[in-house]
């Protein structure tokens, strides 16, 4: 039995994880059992509830990161691998560098490559002047949020670059390691993040090269 004891939660609100634990439960049928689910899931609402200024949207978000943690253990575990190279970009705040990262590596490696990110210090929304960046390369990062990293996610990374986090970012042995010293975009416009999204993008197409993964036009 796990010792894990479950916070509180309002009553809409678990209605709303245990819809949520019916999925992941379809998601990782003969993967994990429902005790895992269920904890990762909660674990997972935790870690936004306690900053969160609007909880609609936890149960949702909460699904989404315990789904992300639930594959990267999968990984870990070697219950579900496909050989495919996995990319952890990380932060401060997850807001800015490390989200446009995650944009552009999705954008470019499609199914060739698995990409996460994280930060030290999550923030409580994606930087706006950076999503519409984004936006003007044809890349929609809108639905990401700030997330912590997690010890499963960065076990199952074989790459965690790094962005300024300093001595806050985890650290595992075997794993290949990379700083990627970059301005913070915090509070800049768009014009003043271009040439920081631009410079991402290179470091990323670098990457998929360095990873042998061809980058999709």
């Known amino acids: 039995m796990s010792d894990y004891t479950r916070a509180a939660v309002p009553l809409d609100q678990e209605y709303a994880?245990?819809?949520a634990a019916t999925r992941l439960a379809r998601d990782f049928e003969g993967v994990f059992g429902v005790e895992t689910i269920e904890r990762f899931l909660h674990t997972s609402y935790e870690q936004f509830a306690g900053r969160a200024t609007v909880t609609n949207y936890l149960p949702l978000l909460s699904e989404r990161f315990a789904k992300q943690r639930l594959s990267a253990l999968a990984r870990v575990e070697g219950r579900s691998n496909d050989g495919t190279p996995?990319?952890?970009f990380l932060c401060i705040h997850n807001a800015g560098r490390s989200?446009?990262?995650?944009?552009f590596f999705e954008h470019y490696a499609g199914n060739g490559a698995v990409g996460w990110s994280g930060g030290s210090e999550p923030g409580d929304q994606v930087n706006r002047a950076a999503i519409e960046a984004m936006k003007e390369r044809g890349i929609d990062i809108s639905a990401e949020?700030?997330?912590p990293w997690t010890d499963e996610v960065v076990r199952a990374a074989d790459v965690v670059i790094t962005m300024g986090?300093?001595?806050a970012c985890p650290v595992f042995p075997g794993k290949r390691y990379e700083e990627w010293?970059?301005?913070d975009p915090a509070g800049w416009d768009v014009s003043g993040i271009r040439p920081v999204r631009d410079e991402i993008e290179r470091r990323v197409l670098t990457?998929?090269?360095q990873l042998g993964v061809p980058a999709r036009t």
Request: hydrophobic share 50%; glycine share 8%; proline share 4%.
């Open 17 to 19: 994880l245990k819809v």
């Open 86 to 88: 996995a990319v952890l």
């Open 145 to 147: 949020y700030p997330k």
């Open 181 to 183: 010293v970059l301005d």
């Open 99 to 103: 989200q446009m990262a995650l944009g």
């Open 165 to 167: 986090c300093g001595d």
């Open 207 to 209: 990457l998929l090269d």
